[in-house]
């Protein structure tokens, strides 16, 4: 699992949410944050946390939601979504 930031494309406030499953292809996440529905535009910042990094890289994505899904007890909401684009975030040293 990995943190993430994600807001319907084109609204101004980011919510935060976690990564259930993250491929080349799309990403499931959950949150408890207002999901977007199936067919609407996102993007999402996922920070990739890898062994040994102290400052672990960040991708921006665009996609577009396919699904969402419940859990069995109904206490946490997720949401599928294929990637449309992708790029790293760039950091700016000061």
């Known amino acids: 699992m990995a943190s993430m930031v ?10 935060e ?6 491929s080349h292809s ?10 977007p529905c199936a067919g609407d535009a996102v993007e ?15 991708v921006r994505c665009t996609g577009h939601v396919v699904r969402q899904q ?3 007890a109904g206490q946490s909401h997720a949401v599928a979504v294929v ?3 992708y ?8």
Do not use: C
């Open 44 to 58: 999402w910042i996922v920070t990739l946390l890898l062994d040994g990094m102290t400052s672990p890289p960040k």
């Open 83 to 85: 990637i449309d684009g």
């Open 17 to 22: 949410a976690t990564t259930v499953n993250f």
């Open 26 to 35: 799309g990403v499931l996440f959950q949150s408890n944050g207002p999901l």
């Open 70 to 72: 419940e859990d069995i």
């Open 87 to 94: 790029a790293f975030e760039r950091r700016h040293h000061t």
């Open 6 to 15: 994600f807001r319907k494309y084109g609204e101004a406030e980011w919510h």
